[in-house]
């Protein structure tokens, strides 16, 4: 995923007067060299050809901030001070509020420092904010819209080119779509096939979050979505929607009347209706008895997912609304020892609702997404517990020491069905 550093700012400068080449030098708080900038490409207009320096009034330190290399040699995204982002103006007592009612916080459109690019030692990095204090020296050369709009092309493909590198697609046959899955093949058979296709739908939503994140507030946002996703069949149906749209419709293909005429008699039309209705009444009535019998019976829970929701249902109920919100929705605190429980936990229970909601869970093809899934619900179990094991040797967690044991010990029930539901199947399938 990109590298975000609005918060690790200390200041920094770029330099663009030399067309074609941009340099920059950023100091990060905790650091004491800065990361040099040596990449090739222009800004867009509005700092293209300038200088600019940029100093954040608050700066703190961010996590991963050390992992960034201290020279970055690469290509220029998108660079700018004028991105539009929404700045919320709603005090305290009005988010909560407007939270609680499900209403829009008031906010405002505000210009915001955006720095982007694309470097071979760490991918997508990216500056934003509208906070930083800005100052942009005379322009020494002056881009025009065309050279903007060439520039803005090939940031497009810059991000085309990184998130390519995030989905990995396999190699396509000429039949493949552009996910590189064949609908008129089989769907994978076996754990392993299944395991293949999982993680490829994890890194395109992976890829898809990042795409949403850059372009959801832009006017093109589908278009440029869909471009740098690499879903070039997405784009020629968008292209023939918006050519379609503005013509009128084809009169050819209005119905007339005589499209619902029929040679035979109206009357022997009318009774051979009569009479086909209620044959087909007598099959649906037979019909909807063995659907409505498959839908109960789909619907029984299996017993590891039923364990499984209870948890959940005990953790949400347990906790502290403080204690929940920190574990599932800070920003700061999603990698805690409680947010690792709580998320893994509840994404096991998610799971296995889906996996093994059909009676055909542990059959054909079912029974490898099942296999696979299960092995995910494996891991996830394996990281709550982590999590659970941190807490419980944590003296500020002293006085929910007790309550952590009761989870701990349910979530080894859940983990050991899983492993009891895996042999279980492949004893039933042999090969898969």
Same mark, same amino acid.
């Given at each position: ?24 030098? +950023? ?6 060299? /800065? ?14 050809? !300038? ?80 906070? =930083? ?22 940031? #497009?493909? *810059? ?24 609908? $008129?093949?089989?769907? /994978? ?46 784009? $020629? ?22 499209? =619902? ?22 099959? $649906? ?13 789909? &619907?029984?829970?299996? /017993? ?28 700061? !605190? ?25 009676? &055909? =869970? ?10 696979? +899934?299960?092995? &995910? ?6 990281? *709550? ?7 419980? !040797?944590?003296? #500020?967690?002293?006085? &929910?020491?007790? #309550? ?20 279980? +199947? ?7």
């Amino acid at each position: 995923m990109a590298f975000r550093l609005d918060q690790a700012i200390v200041r920094g400068e770029l330099d663009n007067t030399e067309q074609g080449h941009l340099r920059g030098r +950023i100091w990060l708080e905790g650091r004491e060299q /800065p990361l040099t900038l040596d990449l090739e490409g222009d800004a867009w207009r509005d700092v293209a050809g !300038a200088r600019i320096t940029f100093t954040n009034p608050e700066p703190r330190r961010q996590k991963n901030q050390g992992d960034l290399k201290p020279v970055q040699h690469g290509i220029v995204g998108d660079i700018t001070v004028s991105k539009k982002v929404k700045q919320i103006t709603a005090s305290d007592e009005e988010w909560q509020r407007c939270m609680e009612d499900g209403k829009q916080p008031t906010f405002e459109w505000r210009n915001s420092l955006y720095i982007e690019w694309f470097s071979e030692e760490n991918g997508r990095v990216v500056i934003e904010s509208a906070d =930083f204090e800005l100052q942009i020296t005379e322009f020494t050369w002056q881009m025009d819209e065309a050279e903007e709009q060439a520039q803005q092309f090939a940031n #497009l493909n *810059a991000m085309r080119n990184w998130l390519a590198t995030i989905i990995q697609r396999p190699e396509k046959k000429d039949d493949d779509d552009d996910d590189g899955f064949d609908e $008129d093949e089989d769907l /994978p058979v076996s754990e392993a096939e299944w395991e293949e296709s999982l993680k490829l739908s994890d890194r395109l939503t992976d890829a898809h979050m990042e795409a949403m994140d850059k372009y959801a507030d832009d006017d093109d946002d589908e278009t440029k979505v869909a471009f740098v996703m690499g879903w070039d069949h997405m784009l $020629d149906m968008m292209a023939q929607a918006q050519e379609n749209s503005g013509k009128p419709q084809n009169a050819d293909n209005i119905p007339s009347m005589e499209d =619902f005429e029929d040679d035979d008699d109206p009357e022997d039309a009318g009774e051979e209706w009569k009479e086909d209705a209620d044959d087909a009444s007598d099959d $649906d009535a037979e019909d909807d008895d063995d659907a409505f019998a498959d839908y109960m019976e789909e &619907r029984r829970s299996h /017993p590891l997912q039923k364990t499984a929701h209870k948890l959940v249902t005990r953790i949400l109920r347990d906790l502290r609304d403080e204690d929940r919100d920190e574990g599932i929705e800070s920003e700061e !605190a999603r990698n805690t020892p409680l947010s690792r429980f709580i998320s893994n936990t509840m994404s096991i229970s998610g799971k296995l609702a889906g996996a093994l909601s059909t009676r &055909r =869970f542990a059959e054909g093809s079912d029974a490898g997404y099942t296999l696979a +899934i299960l092995k &995910r619900c494996l891991n996830w179990a394996n990281e *709550a517990l982590s999590g659970l094991n941190e807490l419980l !040797a944590d003296s #500020l967690w002293e006085d &929910r020491h007790t #309550l952590f044991s009761e989870y701990k010990r349910e979530l080894h029930v859940v983990r050991d069905g899983i492993t009891d539901l895996r042999q279980e +199947i492949r004893l039933k399938n042999p090969g898969i």
